[in-house]
């Protein structure tokens, strides 16, 4: 007579995904009852999260709102790896979840494996029998060189001598069947010399403290971007985990890294520390390439176009800032400010966008601050004042998107530059940011807010006044 069991009274209550009948069959009797544990949701698995999924399937029947990003995150493998967990990185997810996992390494003596397999199929079914599923690591399949797969064992059927499982590569993969005779024969995994080694996970809740924590990104996310990248990754590319970026260089290892701190690292903790609250939600690709050459070659294959620019650039469309950086750091934080202004200021003007972002293209530490100082674009600018040509403020800032990229764009980059230096200067920048943010469904230019933070003052007398103070800045 079959026996169904819940894992807990939880289980009760979780009927989303139920066991499919078990038909009648003419097999031959086994030692072992009929046994199921029910109402247990399936999940597929993201590529390479097979063990993560199991586990979030276990935690979810119990009542526990993660997912296998979140168990992934438990088990401390690095998002560089661009792999999911392994079984000892796995066993420490499970333990750090609140499960009791038990012996998770069993020797079976391969001279002895009918008995010793024997016995650990009794110990799973006695945990059916007491409520408690397992993972199992297991070949995927008898081909040869298969891959090694982790499934969420929940049950047998005695008439058909089947075992029944949760199989997370496959999206209809609930409550699927194996005859055990099968599940004996992959379930073992060479060890060495004359012992196999049987893989079990217990997942016997002892104290559960899994709570979900809800971030922009989180290590799984990188763990899953660096798995796509690597299969378009060209050979000799060094990958530095820099969040909210991930940097992808092909200069040698070391001076990759030295970048990825002493200009990413720097310029996103100061960024984050005056400006930006949020992160972007995507990852964002920071490529650093060598030289002019390897900058040309790789866009034109990576992202299929020619670059527009010999610096860098930043397309949100690929979520990536694309660097020559031989020429320097200065474009790359430049292009580092515009996924933040996205993330935090969706309806940033160009203006701001722009003037924000090129202020650091020339840009230091001060007193803990990320300071920008005067550039290549001050010649530009002067020469326009000196000729009467510059546009008013009002003007600037009501440009749209279409009219501050297509007209003159230098000459607009370089005003837009060069009024948040004077605000920097005056130590007002920061309060205009906010301000800014605060007031853009009222103020969608930010006009009306550089008016009030300056003082109210006549903005044509502000203008003459701030470009003789122009005239008297310095570069280099």
Same mark, same amino acid.
């Given at each position: ?12 209550? #979780?009927?989303?995904? $139920? ?7 003419? &097999? ?8 199921? +544990?029910?109402?247990? !949701? ?12 199991? &586990?979030?399937?276990?935690? $979810? ?40 996992? /038990? ?13 010793g397999l024997d016995a650990q199929f009794a110990a799973l079914h006695a945990d059916l029998v007491a409520g408690i599923p397992s993972i199992i690591c297991t070949h995927y399949d008898d081909r040869p060189n298969t ?6 064992? #929940? ?12 199989? !997370? ?18 379930? !073992? ?7 196999? =080694? ?6 016997? !809740?002892?104290?559960?403290? &899994? ?13 899953? @971007? ?56 995507? +990852?964002?690709? +920071? ?6 050459? =390897?900058?040309? @070659? ?5 992202? /299929? ?14 979520? &990536? ?19 933040? +202004? @996205? ?27 990320? @300071? ?17 040509? *510059? ?5 600037? #800032? ?8 297509? /007209? ?36 969608? =230019? /930010? ?15 502000? $203008? ?8 008297? *800045?310095?570069?280099?």
């Amino acid at each position: 007579m079959r026996r169904f069991l819940p894992i807990l009274a939880l289980l009760l209550a #979780l009927a989303a995904c $139920q066991a499919p009948p078990m038909p009648p069959t003419t &097999a031959m009797p086994t030692p072992y009852a009929s046994v199921l +544990i029910e109402g247990v !949701p399936h999940l597929e698995q993201k590529p390479d999260f097979c063990g993560e999924a199991c &586990a979030a399937m276990a935690l $979810q029947a119990l009542g526990k709102k993660v997912d296998q990003d979140f168990v992934f995150d438990q088990s401390g493998v690095d998002p560089l790896e661009g792999r999911g967990a392994w079984t000892r990185e796995l066993k420490v997810a499970l333990e750090a979840l609140g499960f009791e996992v /038990g012996p998770v390494w069993n020797e079976v003596e391969a001279d002895r494996a009918d008995e010793g397999l024997d016995a650990q199929f009794a110990a799973l079914h006695a945990d059916l029998v007491a409520g408690i599923p397992s993972i199992i690591c297991t070949h995927y399949d008898d081909r040869p060189n298969t891959t090694e797969h982790f499934r969420l064992i #929940l049950g047998y059927d005695a008439a058909a001598d089947e075992v029944l499982y949760h199989e !997370p590569a496959e999206a209809d993969g609930a409550y699927l069947r194996m005859a055990r005779a099968r599940f004996l024969k992959l379930w !073992p995994l060479q060890a060495g010399g004359d012992t196999l =080694s049987v893989i079990r996970f217990r997942l016997k !809740p002892g104290k559960l403290a &899994a709570t979900r924590v809800d971030a922009a990104l989180t290590p799984a996310d990188y763990a899953q @971007h660096v798995l796509a990248l690597k299969e378009k990754m060209p050979e000799g590319f060094t990958m530095v985990y820099e969040p909210p970026f991930l940097v992808v260089g092909d200069d040698d290892p070391a001076t990759v890294r030295k970048r990825s701190a002493g200009t990413v690292r720097w310029a996103t903790r100061l960024l984050k520390q005056d400006y930006f609250g949020r992160d972007p939600d995507k +990852i964002t690709d +920071i490529w650093l390439f060598a030289d002019e050459a =390897s900058y040309t @070659h790789h866009t034109r294959e990576l992202f /299929g176009e020619a670059p527009d620019t010999p610096y860098g650039f930043y397309s949100p469309y690929q979520n &990536a800032l694309v660097m020559n950086i031989s020429t320097g750091g200065g474009t790359l934080v430049h292009e580092m400010v515009h996924p933040f +202004i @996205h993330a935090n200021f969706p309806e940033c003007p160009s203006w701001f966008n722009e003037g924000l972002a090129s202020l650091y293209e020339q840009c230091g530490e001060e007193d803990g601050h990320i @300071h920008g100082y005067t550039n290549w674009r001050l010649a530009g600018l002067q020469k326009l004042i000196k000729a009467g040509r *510059l546009p008013s403020f009002k003007e600037l #800032l009501s440009t749209s998107e279409e009219q501050f990229y297509d /007209g003159d764009r230098g000459d607009n980059y370089a005003q837009a530059r060069y009024l948040c230096y004077y605000l920097q200067q005056k130590g007002l920048l920061i309060d205009f940011y906010r301000a800014f943010v605060a007031n853009q469904r009222t103020d969608p =230019s /930010g006009y009306d807010t550089l008016v009030k933070l300056l003082g109210d003052p006549d903005m044509e007398v502000f $203008q003459k006044e701030w470009e003789a103070w122009a005239l008297t *800045l310095r570069f280099p």
